[in-house]
């Protein structure tokens, strides 16, 4: 049975950092894309950050440069270190697997599986 698991969201003010972590069990994410999502209030869910079984990454726009995505195959776990912290990063955010195994533009709106969500909240 595959699971997600995040932790690691919280308050925090602009231009502070967090990091998020998610932990799989029921698969073997070294051998399959995952990555996280965000949803926020009023707003489209939003494809954050995702990473390949290659360890080919990819972010959206608004995040790169301040997001870094990572993954430790021994303890089954993604990362999503997120720096400079901004008020529109406020969201749910949400670790989660594409149905189709991809990485790609388009990741985000084919969701397999997915974990309960943490939220971050950026405010000063």
Do not use: H
């Not at 990473?51 to 959206?60: A, N, P, V």
């Not at 995505?69 to 912290?85: A, F, G, H």
Request: with cysteine.
């Amino acid at each position: 049975q595959v699971q997600l698991v995040e932790s690691g969201g919280g308050l925090v003010q602009p231009g502070g950092s967090l990091r998020l972590s998610c932990a799989a069990s029921g698969f073997t994410i070294g051998s399959y894309a995952i990555g996280w999502f965000r949803q926020a209030p009023g707003k489209q869910r939003e494809g954050v950050s995702c990473i390949t079984s290659g360890s080919t990454k990819r972010y959206t726009d608004s995040v790169k440069g301040r997001f870094t995505i990572s993954r430790d195959n021994n303890k089954n776990t993604v990362y999503l270190q997120m720096n400079s912290l901004k008020p529109d990063d406020t969201a749910v955010y949400y670790c989660a697997t594409d149905v189709r195994g991809l990485c790609d533009s388009s990741w985000y709106r084919n969701l397999g599986s997915w974990g309960q969500g943490t939220q971050v909240t950026v405010t000063s």
